[in-house]
């Protein structure tokens, strides 16, 4: 019921040796510039009590993403306002593109990732996000996600 990328759209494997470029599992820097953090965009299932996640990865402002460093094992962090963010995974079964769509990062309990919450538009995702998806869509995305190439745009 989830899918998740590794590392941002912009991510060059190359960089995993530079000194000013980091990923972890939950952030990322590149060239100590760009700054990311990783967080769910949480569609929930209709006619079940299930939710459908797509890790995905978010760039922050610099001031944003160290504020949430900061908090990052800080016990009451999920009170921090959401932080504005650029969508920077492309998720293959969307078109257009979800990349630059625009989000806000809500910051959950320690351990948890942060809620991904999309601009209310009209692109495909939103509208998911906003109205739910059938289980027969569920079984769509993971045919996509597990045979790219298949189709799956919508």
């Known amino acids: 019921m989830n899918y998740t990328a590794e590392a941002p759209a912009v991510w060059d494997p190359a960089f995993a ?6 990923l972890s599992s939950d952030q990322c820097v590149i060239h100590g510039e760009h700054c990311f953090v990783k967080g769910l965009i949480e569609i929930p299932v209709i006619g079940s009590d299930e939710v459908f996640s797509w890790g995905v990865w978010v760039s922050l402002s610099r001031e944003n993403f160290s504020r949430a460093a900061d908090l990052w094992n800080r016990p009451g962090r999920e ?4 932080y504005f963010g650029w969508l920077t995974t492309d998720l293959p079964v969307y078109s257009p593109t979800t990349l630059n769509l625009k989000t806000n990062v809500h910051t959950r309990p320690v351990g948890e990732r942060p809620y991904v919450e999309l601009e209310p538009t009209d692109h495909p995702l939103a509208v998911e996000q906003r109205t739910g998806i059938t289980p027969a869509r ?17």
């Open 17 to 22: 040796d530079a000194d000013d470029c980091l």
């Open 79 to 82: 009170d921090e306002r959401p």
């Open 138 to 154: 569920v079984r769509e995305i993971a045919a996509a996600v597990l045979h790219p190439g298949s189709g799956g745009h919508r």
